[in-house]
């Protein structure tokens, strides 16, 4: 199984916390030059020298925040600029606030909408043009569960995450033909800052322990527990490796099982 990622240059979105951080680190250790990209210099500084290169690889970042899609678009065209070739992009954002869909402001829905589809796009119109002369492209974007069976208080991000899919997919069958695929990760219940801020809240807004409310959410996993950053990153980077070149257009769970949709 072909896995090498050696001479190929990635870049990663939200790259250094979480999911994303957890995709750069795998994505390095298949041979990937990785790109981080977040809005805090300090984090990216930290993050960068967490990332493998053991074979070589050459690791970068630039500072950009999501939601400000003109300075991303020009963080992203001085970027290429230096650095002309990309293969792999992982797009990654935090999500929107949660809460009842009905009592969402306009404005909710009009910065989730930026934050996500939009800046995906401005990253991706900008990537897919080295990825054709390459003929080789991956594109990731680390969205939620929510596109299969929408969760109940995320409705403004249940809503922006499905537009992200049917974005995704229409991709996924335009660019095809050029060695370029577009696939989604979806991540269950996985151990970052952001699965604790939500036992904590569910924990707080029940008034309940803490512990309680995590063994709860487990017993709703077949795997009987909660996911691995690295596990999530370790799919991520497999999609991105010419082992993965005929998958292509799908929405992939990696939730333990969580999930009662086929």
Request: net charge negative; aromatic share 6%.
């Amino acid at each position: 199984m072909n896995l090498n990622l050696k001479n190929k240059n990635a870049i990663v979105c939200g790259s250094t916390q979480g999911l994303g951080r957890a995709s750069a680190i795998e994505l390095a250790l298949l041979g990937a030059n990785v790109t981080l990209v977040a809005r805090n210099e300090d984090t990216l500084n930290e993050t960068l020298h967490r990332l493998d290169s053991s074979q070589g690889q050459k690791h970068s970042y630039f500072v950009a925040d999501f939601s400000k899609p003109d300075e991303l678009k020009l963080g992203i065209e001085n970027h290429l600029k230096a650095n002309p070739l990309v293969h792999i992009l992982v797009n990654n954002t935090g999500g929107p606030a949660g809460g009842a869909i009905i009592e969402a402001d306009l404005a909710e829905f009009t910065q989730a909408f930026s934050n996500h589809l939009i800046c995906n796009h401005i990253l991706v119109q900008a990537c897919v043009p080295s990825m054709k002369a390459e003929q080789f492209g991956r594109i990731i974007n680390i969205i939620s569960t929510s596109v299969k069976e929408p969760i109940n208080g995320l409705g403004v991000s249940n809503t922006t995450r499905g537009a992200v899919a049917s974005w995704s997919k229409t991709l996924a069958n335009e660019l095809g033909q050029f060695g370029i695929t577009v696939n989604n990760v979806l991540p269950g219940y996985t151990k970052t800052a952001r699965l604790d801020f939500v036992v904590n809240s569910r924990a707080k807004s029940a008034d309940i322990a803490v512990g309680e409310v995590a063994e709860m959410m487990m017993s709703d996993v077949p795997a009987g527990r909660f996911g691995e950053a690295h596990e999530f990153g370790a799919a991520v980077a497999f999609l991105c490796s010419p082992a993965a070149a005929y998958i292509n257009g799908v929405n992939l769970p990696v939730d333990g099982g969580r999930l009662s949709c086929i």
